[in-house]
């Protein structure tokens, strides 16, 4: 993702950062292929220990790969790194299809070590952090749902 949007927007610096050296390494492959790879930084960081208060226009968040407690010491220290108006966007699970579906969904995510939110729980996780403007987009059928909050701007 980095990537892309680092290709898609030639005056954005993109940072990413995980916990884990083999998803990092992954990630260097996809950057040294990019056009954009001078305008993207990787960090070995966990986002719980994210101290660069508002520096970021925008933050993504994959909850389903993130450990629940890590996500909630996280969401506010992003919410910190914004930019007065800047986004958060959560990325967490789809559901409201069949139950049993719905339920193998939220058992994988847990599983694999993510947090299984819905777009309720996803929506008060970013009002309780203090943002704005809280809403579910729509998302492509297959794709996660995206759940935005904005920082206030404070005017």
Known sequence: MAAAYAELFPKLTVVGIDVMPRVLALAELTVAASSASDRIILRQQDVASLDEPETYALTWLP?????????????????????PGGWLILGHGKYGGSAVNDAVSRF???AYGGT???????EEMLRSAGLGEVRTVPTPE??????????????
Do not use: C, H, W
């Open 108 to 110: 994988k995510t847990i």
């Open 63 to 83: 909850a389903p790969f993130i450990p629940e407690s890590a996500l909630a010491a996280g969401v506010p220290r992003l919410v910190e790194s914004l930019l």
């Open 116 to 122: 299984a939110l819905d777009d309720g729980q996803a």
């Open 142 to 155: 297959g794709a996660p749902a995206s759940t935005v909050g904005r920082k206030p701007t404070g005017t």
